[in-house]
């Protein structure tokens, strides 16, 4: 009896009814210092989500035994930084969850990942990615530009260090995506590309600049993901089929803004110097991955390292995977207990839910409707921030 199916769907539902009941019971009764005290909301909310992000990490390392392999420079989460990754499969961004783990568990508390705007319909995951103030995108260029405006804003304004992830090529490596990518290789005289797709330029060099206007950019990290045995396009093939990647590779290379766009660049300088590197770079990539997929042997397939040339140990040490694992799992059953045996609980669930249902219809998002409440008006816990537009 094949029974990896009932593994798959056991993944879907552990992170659905964990990141549900955290949304409410966790981070719903800490809403109101959004309001009054938003620079602690952000302190709360980004430790609790980061804590959950512990959770799927120790499914896929602990319990569904993915091996992570993870080498290069070591990313620092205490430095404002933009993270830009090969987006190879649409699951890339939670795998590197554990390989942040590994790294530096800090780090899952000041990451922060621009999305596709249709995860946040999800409920549980959606609303906590909300509290988070993850960037959602909705590959509209125009509409995209003003939405990373507004959060780059609100992140150099809330006084916290984070480390953002974008993924230049727009989208994942599906088969349609790769077809535009070759067509539009071939429309502008360009090499077609087999492992990655060709990177979008202007919303690269629209975070950068902002970023450095907020002053809010101290490196560039470039992660390498490589899937050495099985790849697994999406999230729906995963929880259907029950199939994890049995080893996925990441390298990290470290790279001063400066070694990037030079040193107190224009716009239009730094536009230039940012575009050909990040094509330069990408191109690079392509030759490094076609090189990685071409070893015959599979389980001799490996990224050579970058920069510092850390390895992290594949086998990840400690409890912290174990803890994480058994409280998320005790807390929930304990939650769902309360629910079934009181009324209360009951009423307290529908109005949490409620909550984040009319943020989504009538603000966007609870994201959002926290930097209205941000920028609009006085706390008596701490002085109204100034805007970036007044610094």
Not at 284 to 296: G, H, I, N, P, T
Request: hydrophobic share 45%; net charge neutral.
């Amino acid at each position: 009896m094949n029974l990896r199916p009932l593994q798959g769907y056991l993944f879907g539902f552990l992170l659905f009814i964990t990141s549900f009941l955290g949304s409410i019971f966790i981070l719903f009764p800490f809403v109101p210092l959004a309001f009054f005290a938003p620079r602690r909301w952000r302190f709360c909310a980004d430790r609790f989500v980061g804590y959950w992000l512990t959770f799927p990490a120790s499914l896929c390392d602990w319990v569904f035994g993915v091996r992570f392999h993870v080498t290069g420079d070591l990313m620092e989460s205490k430095k404002p930084a933009l993270i830009i990754m090969n987006h190879r499969t649409r699951l890339d961004w939670l795998f590197f969850w554990a390989a942040l783990y590994k790294m530096d568990p800090w780090l899952l508390t000041s990451e922060k990942i621009s999305l596709k705007a249709d995860l946040k319909k999800i409920p549980g995951a959606g609303w906590a990615m909300g509290c988070g103030s993850y960037m959602f995108l909705n590959r509209n260029l125009q509409a995209d530009l003003k939405v990373i405006e507004q959060m780059i804003n609100y992140y150099a304004d809330s006084q916290k260090t984070y480390q953002i992830l974008l993924f230049p090529e727009g989208t994942d490596r599906g088969e349609r995506a790769t077809r535009i990518s070759h067509e539009f290789a071939d429309n502008n005289g360009l090499d077609r590309y087999e492992y990655v797709l060709h990177p979008r330029t202007a919303g690269f060099n629209h975070l950068v600049e902002l970023m450095r206007k907020n002053n809010y950019i101290d490196y560039i990290y470039d992660v390498t993901v490589g899937y050495s045995h099985s790849i697994i396009a999406n999230e729906l093939d995963l929880v259907k089929t029950g199939n994890f990647p049995e080893n996925v590779h990441f390298d990290v290379c470290k790279y001063k803004i400066s070694d990037v766009i030079g040193k107190d660049p224009t716009e239009d300088e730094a536009k230039e110097r940012g575009s050909q590197w990040l094509l330069d770079l990408w191109k690079a990539k392509e030759a490094r991955l076609k090189a990685f997929y071409e070893v015959e042997d599979k389980n001799k397939r490996r990224l050579e390292p970058s920069g510092e040339r850390f390895a992290w140990p594949v086998e990840t040490r400690g409890l912290g995977y174990m803890v994480a694992f058994l409280v998320w799992i005790l807390t929930s059953f304990m939650w769902l207990y309360f629910a079934w045996a009181s009324l209360l609980v009951d009423v307290y669930i529908f109005a949490a839910v409620v909550f984040y249902t009319y943020a989504f219809k009538f603000h966007g998002g609870v994201e959002f409707l926290f930097m209205e409440w941000f920028y609009g008006r006085r706390f008596f816990f701490e002085a109204a921030p100034e805007t970036s537009k007044t610094r």
